[in-house]
C-alpha cells in the first residue's frame, strides 16, 4: 500500500508539474523559461525536476506529449454516432481545445522549437493516430497512397485554420466547424473519384458522404 501511495504522489506530482509546463510555455517562449524559473513557480527544488524530467528539453517534450494525449482523448470518435456526426462532434471537440489551451496549441505549431526532431517526432504521431482514427471508420487497415496523402492534407487544414482562427477569431465556431467537415467531404469525394478502390466494397458511404457530397 505505501509503495502504491508513493507511485500515486509521484504521478499527481509529474502531472502538477506537467499542467504548469502547459500554462508556462503557452505565454512564454522556449528560450525564455528557465529550469530554476519552473522551479520556483512550481515551489520544489530543481533537483525533483530532474528527477522527474531529463531538464528543460525534456520536461518541454513532456508537456508537449501531455498536451497531444489530451486533445486525442477529447476528440476520440463516439462510435454510437454516424461518420459526419463523429466528424463534427470531433471538430467541436478540437475548437473547445483550442479554447482552452489555444496559447500552448500555436505555441507547438509555430513556435522555433517545432523544427526539432523531438518535436516533429510527437507531432507526427499525433496526425498519424488521427489517420489511423478516420481509415479504421471506413474499415481499412492500409490506406491506399491517394487516401492517405489526402487525409494528410486534411490535418494540415485543419492545423492551418486552427491557428488563423486563434490568431483573429472573427469566425464563429460552428462556421469553422463545417468549413472543416466541407473540407473532409471534398477531400473524401475526390479520392473517391480518381481512385475508388481506395474504399471498401460499401464505397464512399462509409466515409458519411455520397459521389455528390449529400
Request: proline share 4%.
Amino acid at each position: 500500500m505505501t509503495a502504491r501511495r508513493t507511485r500515486l504522489d509521484n504521478d499527481q506530482r509529474r502531472s502538477q508539474l506537467i499542467q504548469l509546463g502547459i500554462e508556462m510555455f503557452s505565454t512564454r517562449a522556449y528560450d525564455d523559461i528557465s529550469i530554476d524559473d519552473v522551479a520556483e513557480r512550481a515551489g520544489v527544488s530543481k533537483g525533483l525536476l530532474y528527477h522527474y524530467f531529463d531538464g528543460k528539453r525534456g520536461f518541454y517534450l513532456a508537456t508537449l506529449r501531455a498536451a497531444s494525449h489530451r486533445l486525442l482523448e477529447l476528440t476520440e470518435p463516439d462510435p454510437a454516432l454516424g461518420p459526419l456526426e463523429q466528424l463534427r462532434a470531433g471538430i467541436d471537440a478540437h475548437i473547445g481545445y483550442l479554447r482552452e489551451y489555444g496559447s500552448v496549441y500555436a505555441t507547438v505549431h509555430r513556435g522555433a522549437m517545432s523544427v526539432s526532431p523531438e518535436v516533429r517526432e510527437i507531432l507526427d504521431e499525433h496526425r498519424e493516430v488521427v489517420v489511423r482514427r478516420i481509415t479504421k471508420r471506413l474499415g481499412i487497415s492500409r490506406p491506399r497512397a491517394l487516401l492517405r496523402n489526402a487525409l494528410r492534407a486534411w490535418i494540415a487544414m485543419v492545423e492551418g485554420a486552427s491557428l488563423d482562427w486563434l490568431e483573429h477569431r472573427d469566425l464563429e465556431p460552428e462556421v469553422l466547424r463545417e468549413l472543416l467537415v466541407a473540407g473532409y467531404v471534398a477531400v473524401c469525394e475526390q479520392v473517391y473519384a480518381r481512385d475508388p478502390k481506395a474504399y471498401p466494397p460499401s464505397g464512399i458511404a462509409r466515409a458519411g458522404v455520397t459521389a455528390r457530397g449529400r
